[in-house]
């Protein structure tokens, strides 16, 4: 069951919850980066698998799947050299549309200069001579180009710097980073399948400033199928979703400490319909606790 099958809601069976379970939001839905206070639409861009291909037919697609994200209000797109062909694509299929894009990608690799080479190939892939955020891909000898990017922080050519995991992996370490380092921002996962991050990874976000970008909000996929072969419930009209896409987004977005949910497709209409959860009311916590339940008992 694909996302185009899961479209629509039933607006009367599942009550009318409006504002007491739904917290009003200015439109476009923006959240601030703890460390300065600037503001980023909450659903950003991925391109992990989705991105790495080298046809001049399938890098305009992508070209594409961009337009529709930056058309719809997102920003961030993130990526690392670990994709594959993916950063290349981003530099060969960027629109230029006059958007603004938040750019951020990663380090995957051993020793310091190994690092600094593959960073200064990231900027020659995307045509830039600035990132907004680079970061430590799964803590790849992460002491060595933290270095790097505070270095490279402090001569202005990286905004923000911070780390990343992926696949619910190594929290204790994610947890020692974000007490010891000097960091602006942790990615990690987060979705209705894998919540372990509620446990210790979130508060301590939110304890210590840090932005969170969350990976894998769709689970790779896996939240599409049995559980979504049905309309949405009536909640969806309160909080303004036409599809489960977009309500799982809000649901991760609209905890406190989440900063950008980045889903990766391929697709233009995907890309359009994600950003659809930059619009409108997010859940409270009780309608989390609720979309939860329902999700679980479906």
């Not at 045509?127 to 270095?147: G, P, T």
């Not at 979504?228 to 400490?257: M, Q, R």
């Not at 959860?277 to 479906?298: F, Q, S, T």
Request: net charge positive; hydrophobic share 40%.
């Amino acid at each position: 069951m694909d996302r185009r099958r899961a479209l629509g809601f039933l607006a009367g069976a599942g009550g009318a919850l409006v504002l007491p379970h739904a917290v009003a939001q200015v439109s476009p839905i923006r959240r601030a980066i703890p460390a300065t206070g600037e503001n980023l639409p909450p659903i950003g861009l991925g391109t992990w698998l989705t991105f790495d291909v080298t046809s001049a037919a399938d890098r305009a697609v992508r070209g594409d799947v961009m337009r529709a994200f930056f058309e719809g209000g997102g920003r961030l797109v993130d990526s690392s050299p670990m994709y594959g062909a993916s950063e290349e694509t981003i530099g060969a299929a960027l629109p230029d549309n006059g958007k603004p894009m938040f750019s951020a990608t990663k380090v995957w690799t051993v020793g310091a200069l190994a690092g600094r080479r593959q960073i200064e190939n990231s900027y020659r892939l995307w045509k830039l001579q600035r990132f907004d955020l680079l970061q430590v891909h799964n803590f790849l000898d992460y002491e060595a180009h933290l270095a790097t990017l505070r270095r490279l922080k402090s001569e202005g050519r990286v905004r923000y710097i911070g780390v990343t995991t992926s696949h619910g992996r190594r929290h204790d370490l994610a947890e020692k980073i974000m007490r010891e380092e000097p960091i602006d921002f942790i990615q990690f996962t987060y979705n209705l399948n894998d919540r372990e991050a509620e446990e210790r990874l979130l508060p301590l976000a939110m304890e210590r400033r840090i932005a969170v970008i969350i990976n894998r909000p769709f689970d790779g996929g896996s939240l599409f199928g049995a559980k979504t072969s049905n309309p949405l419930p009536g909640w969806a009209k309160d909080i303004d979703c036409t599809s489960w896409a977009e309500a799982f987004l809000k649901w991760i977005v609209a905890h406190p400490a989440v900063t950008c949910a980045i889903p990766a497709t391929s697709k233009p209409a995907h890309a359009g319909e994600n950003v659809r959860a930059l619009r409108g009311v997010l859940p409270d916590a009780a309608l989390r606790r609720r979309i939860l339940a329902d999700y679980e008992r479906a």
